[in-house]
């Protein structure tokens, strides 16, 4: 596509529900984040995708948070038991190559009730 | 200590102004430098990318980067309502992976 696409745009889940977020970054990008974004917090980030593996998961705040590629497109961020601090906007991005200037999607926007 | 330091703001400047956005970082491995913009509910958009110390302008926005002073700017000139965002500040080291890591960033109100 044009550019990178996130699903859900909007997301309201009960505390302890698991849910899953999408990202379909642009074609032929094979570098892949995701950051979260919290009011004031600034981007914060979770995970590294280069092609399928992720060399760098180092911002996963806990095992609740997982997250896979597939076909070195797709990218699909899980979390589990989800809790009230985990409300944010979770934001995707992808770049031609490590290094490279990063194009984002607009966000799933995730509320914890 | 944060690794990078941005004013929140939020800052308000009548149109036509010149606006200067700030950061702050501590660590010298960082070498590579962007500015991102967010519209509200939008995810960011790369502004300006450089690498190297001294002034990279591209139309109306100037990027500065003074690494013995570990500090960057943004200015805008002639400032529009259009560039009413939030202006974000992205660093990065040369080292493995390509995390970036980000400012708070700081918001721009352009009045009329």
């Known amino acids: 596509g044009a550019g990178v696409s996130q699903s859900p745009s909007n997301k309201v889940t009960e505390k302890g529900k698991d849910v899953e977020l999408r990202c379909d970054p642009i074609?032929?990008?094979?570098?892949l984040y995701w950051y979260r974004q919290s009011l004031g917090q600034g981007l914060e980030f979770l995970i590294y995708?280069?092609?399928?593996?992720?060399?760098?998961k180092s911002g996963l705040p806990s095992d609740r948070f997982s997250a896979e590629r597939t076909g070195g497109s797709v990218s699909t961020l899980t979390i589990q038991r989800t809790q009230q601090e985990d409300s944010a906007v979770y934001l995707c991005?992808?770049?031609?190559?490590?290094?490279?200037?990063?194009?984002f999607g607009s966000g799933t926007r995730l509320t914890v009730v | 200590q944060k690794e990078v330091e941005q004013d929140p703001g939020p800052l308000s400047v009548p149109e036509g102004a010149i606006v200067s956005l700030n950061c702050t970082y501590s660590n010298s491995a960082f070498q590579y430098f962007m500015w991102y913009r967010q519209y509200s509910r939008k995810g960011p958009e790369l502004l300006m990318y450089t690498y190297s110390s001294g002034n990279k302008e591209d139309g109306r926005f100037t990027a500065q980067v003074d690494k013995s002073s570990k500090y960057i700017s943004l200015f805008i000139r002639d400032s529009q309502p259009s560039d009413s965002a939030t202006y974000l500040c992205a660093i990065r080291n040369t080292g493995t992976a390509s995390k970036l890591t980000f400012g708070t960033g700081t918001r721009l109100q352009v009045t009329l």
């Open positions: 074609s032929g990008h094979t570098a």
């Open positions: 991005a992808s770049s031609l190559n490590e290094g490279g200037g990063y194009t």
């Open positions: 995708f280069q092609g399928n593996s992720a060399p760098d």
